[in-house]
C-alpha cells in the first residue's frame, strides 16, 4: 500500500549473493566437466579450478555465516508456514491478474515464505551436502588416511553430482522468479544497487508520516522544557502568535506568551504536566508578537524520554476568530 | 562493510594461493657429467699382459678374466643370468620359475630345447638337462662386456659363438670373434650388450617385450627419454643397478615374488609434479601408466602367436611363410600365425607387485583362456597400483586328456622328434615331456593364452605423457578395469538422467510461466 526506497541488501549481503552466484555457476561449470559431461576449460584445469573455487567458497560460507549471525539476518530465513498457500497461490494464478504479491517485503522481512523455505533448504540441507561431500571427494585419498573408509568413491561422488543438479535446477529458478518483483528487473537491480522499493508495514508508515504531520499540521505545536523554555514549535504555532521564524522564540521563556496574570496559571500548568498529567483541553489567552492578544484551545502531555519526563508538549488551536465571531453574533 | 569485502577478498585470495603449485620434482641423480664418468673403465685391458695373446676358445677368455678377476664368477653363479632359475613360493608351496622351469606363449618352454633357448644364456654348452653349473670356465664374460660390438654367440650353439664362418637360417652370417681384440676392450655393459639378448628375446626384435627393442641402442626421445642418444644417454644399468653382478629389475613372466625392483623413484624423488592433484595419482597409478603412453613406437611388436595353425606346406612340399607389406611375418610354417602391432596402447591391470604362474603341472580349464601369468591386485587392495602392461596371445598345445600345458620339443635334429623338422605335434609333445620327466596322454589340442608384461621402458618425455582425458572420459583407457569409479569415466545414468529432467522441468516451468504472464501482459 504504501512504499518507499530502502537500502534492503546491505553491502555484504550483495557481495555475498553475486559471488556466491559466480562461485556455484563456476562450480557448476567445472564440475560437470569433470563429470565427464562436456569439454570446457580442459579436464586439468576444470579439476584445479573447481578445488580452487570450492576453498573460495567455504571461505565464502564463513564470511557469510559470520554476517549472518551477527546482524542477525539468520532470521530471515527460518522456515514460516504461515501465507505459504496464499504464495503459491499467487505464483500460479494470481500473478497473471495483477494481483497484490501476498506476503510484503521489509526489511524485516525480505523474503516470502516459499524463499525462506527454500533457501532454508539450501543452507541447511543441500550446501552443506555438496560442501562434506565436495571435501570428502576432493580429500577421499586423506579421509583413508585418518580412519574414514569408504568402500568406493562413487557413493561421494553421486551425492555429489546429484546436490549439482538440484544447484543448477535452482539457479535456473531462481533467475527467473527474479523477475517476478513488482517490475520484471526490481529484484535484480535491488541486488545490484541494494536499493529497492519496499512496501512499508503500519508502524513504518507511521514512522514515516508522524513528524510530517507535526511539522505540517494546522494546529500550533509546541515543546517546553522542565523549565519551561520553549524548545521546539511548528510553523502554524508561529503563525498563530504572529512570528514569522522559530529563531525569535526557541530558548525563550514561555511566560511571554501570557499576560504576567496568567503566568502562574501556566508555570502551574506545566508543574501537572511534568508530574505526568495530561491537559486534555484548555482555552487560554495568549500574548502574540508585539503584545498581540489572543486566544486558543490547548492541549498539553508530557514528553518522555527513556522513561523520564523531559518536558511538556502539546497543540493549539487558535480560538481568536470564533471569538470575534461569536461577538458579532 | 569495506573493510569485510577487503578481508573476504584477501581470504579468497589466500585460499587460491594455499592450493598453488608445489617445488618442481627433485631428481637423485646428478647427470650427464656423472654417468659419463661412470661409463668410462678404470682399466685399459689392452695393457694387460695376460690378454696380448690369441685365444683358441671362449673358455679360455673366460680362464683369463678369472686369473685377474677372481672369485667373480661366484657372484654370477649366484645371479638369475647364470641360473635361470628364481624359486619362489606360490600359493603355499615352493616353485621354481625362471626361464629354465617357466612356460611362455611364444617359444613355450626350453626342456628339450635348450641348445637355440641358450643361445642367449651366459654361459656355454647348455645343450641339454646335464648342463653343470658350477664350471667356472663356462661363464660368458664377453657378452656383457664386449666393447667392440663383434661378439655374438651363435642363435643355435648353447651359448657358443662360431668357430668358422657360419649362415643361420641361410641367411644371417656369423663369424667367429677375434677374442684378443674383444678381451683387451672390455668394459661395461652398454644398452648394446644388454640388448643382444634382450632386444630379441622370441626369436626376433621386440617380439617378446614391446618395450624393449633394438631401436633403444640409440634411441631418440621420442622414443626413450632416458636412453635418447641426443639426451641423457642413459644405459640399462644406470637404472638397473648392479651389486656383485646381481642386476637389479627382473620381469614378471619369469618371476612372481616382488623384490629387486628397479623404481623410478630410486631417482625421481616425491613430489615429482606440480599439481598436487597429479601427484596424489602415484598413490595408486605407476609412473609408466602415463609416461609409458604407447609402446613398440619404433618397430612392432607380436601380439599374437597361433601354434595351430604352423605346419602349412604349398603343393610344392615347401613351407609356406607370409610376410606382409610392413615386412612383418604373418605366417610361418614352423612357428604358426602372427599378429603384429606398431605404436600400441597398452591394456591397464591392477598390480600389486606379485604375479601367479600357470606351470606345467597344473591343470588348467581348456574352456577358458589360459592366463600363463596373472599379475595380482585389485582397487580394494591399497598395495595395488594400476600398470601399463603388453597381454601376449595366442594359441599352444597342451594336453587334452590330462589338461595341463604342454612342453614340446621344437628344436633339434630329425631323429629327436623336433617338430620343426618332423612337424608332428604329437611326437614334439612326446619328446618334450619326456625330457621334462612329465606325463603326457598322447591327445593334444590348442588352448588360447594370454600372458602379462608390465612395461617399463620406452618413457616418454612429460609433455607426450597421458593427459587426464586419457582415461577421465567416457572412452576412457581404463575401461576395462571396472572394480572401482573413476571421476568422468564413470556416472549413474539414472541419476543424471533425473538430473536434466530435474534441470528441463525447471527451464521449462520458468519459460512456459513467464510466456504465460507475457501473454496475459501481466507485470
Known sequence: MYTRKVKIYAGFERFWHWTQAALIIFLALSGFEVHG??????????????????????????????????????????????????????????????????????????????????????????????????????????????????????????????????????????????????????????????????????????????????????????????????????????????????????????????KPEDAPALREML??????????????????????????????????????????????????????????? | MKKIFLISLLSLFWAGNLLAAREGQTILYKGKKELKAAHKPSTDHGKLKELQKSFNSPEEVTMACEGCHTERHREIMATNHWTWSRPAVIDGKEVDLGKKNIINNFCIALTSNEPRCTSCHIGYGWKDGNFDFTDKKKV?????????????????????????????????????????????????????????????????????HGDLEKALSKPSKDIDIHMAADGENMLCIDCHVTDKHNIKGKMYSVSSADTNHVYCESCHAAPVHANNVLEEHSERVACQTCHIPTYARANPTKMWWDWSKAGRFDKNGKGIIITNSKGEQDYNFMKGEF???????????????????????????????????????????????????????????????????????????????????????????????????????????????????????MVTSADKALTCTDCHSRNSRLAALTDFYLPGRDRSATLDMLGMILILLAIGGSITHGLIRLITKSK
Open chain 1, 37 to 258: 559431461a562436456y569439454t570446457l576449460f580442459g579436464y586439468e584445469k576444470a579439476v584445479m579450478w573447481h578445488d580452487y573455487a570450492a576453498w573460495a567458497f567455504l571461505v565464502l560460507i564463513v564470511f557469510a555465516i559470520f554476517w549472518h549471525i551477527t546482524t542477525g539476518a539468520w532470521r530471515q530465513y527460518i522456515p514460516t508456514t504461515h501465507f505459504i498457500k496464499a504464495q503459491l497461490d499467487y505464483y500460479l494464478f494470481g500473478i497473471f491478474r495483477n494481483a497484490p504479491h501476498p506476503t510484503k517485503k521489509t526489511t524485516l522481512s525480505k523474503l516470502n515464505p516459499l524463499q525462506r523455505l527454500t533457501y532454508f533448504g539450501l543452507k541447511i540441507l543441500v550446501i552443506p551436502v555438496q560442501v562434506i561431500s565436495g571435501f570428502l571427494y576432493l580429500y577421499y585419498h586423506q579421509t583413508e588416511e585418518v580412519g574414514l573408509h569408504f568402500a568406493s568413491l562413487s557413493g561421494v561422488a553421486m551425492l555429489h553430482t546429484f546436490g549439482a543438479f538440484v544447484l543448477v535446477a535452482f539457479i535456473f529458478m531462481h533467475i527467473y522468479l527474479a523477475t517476478t518483483g513488482t517490475t520484471w528487473t526490481s529484484n535484480i537491480k535491488a541486488m545490484i544497487t541494494g536499493w529497492e522499493e519496499v512496501e512499508l508495514s503500519m508502524d513504518e508508515v507511521r514512522e514515516e508520516v508522524y513528524p510530517e504531520v507535526v511539522k505540517t499540521s494546522e494546529m500550533g505545536y509546541y515543546f517546553l522544557d522542565r523549565d519551561g523554555y520553549i524548545r521546539d514549535v511548528n510553523a502554524a504555532w508561529l503563525r498563530i502568535y504572529g512570528y514569522s521564524s522559530p529563531e525569535e522564540v526557541i530558548g525563550r521563556h514561555s511566560s511571554m506568551t501570557r
Open chain 1, 271 to 329: 508543574e501537572r504536566v511534568l508530574a505526568g498529567q495530561k491537559i486534555e483541553s484548555r482555552i487560554v489567552d495568549r500574548v502574540g508578537r508585539d503584545g498581540r492578544p489572543g486566544r486558543h484551545l490547548l492541549t498539553a502531555h508530557p514528553v518522555y524520554i527513556s522513561d523520564k519526563i523531559v518536558g511538556m508538549a502539546g497543540f493549539i488551536v487558535d480560538e481568536s476568530k470564533n471569538i470575534e465571531k461569536e461577538a458579532e453574533r
Open chain 2, 140 to 208: 660368458d664374460c664377453l657378452v656383457c662386456h664386449d666393447r667392440t660390438g663383434t661378439y655374438k654367440k651363435f642363435p643355435t650353439g648353447a651359448g657358443y659363438p662360431v668357430t668358422k664362418e657360419t649362415l643361420f637360417m641361410g641367411k644371417k652370417k656369423f663369424f667367429p670373434p677375434d677374442y684378443t681384440k674383444i678381451a683387451q676392450n672390455v668394459g661395461i655393459p652398454t644398452r648394446d650388450n644388454c640388448g643382444t639378448c634382450h632386444f630379441f628375446g622370441g626369436g626376433g626384435n621386440n617380439v617378446k
Open chain 2, 339 to 457: 599378429r603384429w602391432e606398431k605404436n600400441v596402447t597398452p591394456e591397464y591391470v591392477w598390480f600389486n607387485g606379485t604375479a601367479r604362474h600357470t606351470l606345467v603341472t597344473d591343470t588348467i580349464n581348456p574352456q577358458k583362456i589360459v592366463q600363463l601369468n596373472r599379475l595380482k591386485g585389485s582397487y580394494a587392495d591399497k598395495h595395488a597400483k594400476i600398470w601399463p602392461v603388453k597381454v601376449m596371445r595366442g594359441k599352444q598345445i597342451y594336453d587334452s586328456e590330462y589338461k595341463t600345458l604342454i612342453i614340446p620339443k621344437l628344436f633339434g635334429k630329425k631323429e629327436s622328434g623336433a617338430y620343426w623338422k618332423n612337424f608332428d605335434w604329437n611326437l614334439a609333445a612326446t619328446r618334450g615331456m619326456e625330457a621334462a620327466g612329465l606325463p603326457y596322454s598322447g591327445h593334444y589340442g590348442f588352448v588360447q593364452t594370454e600372458m602379462y608384461w608390465p612395461l617399463n621402458h
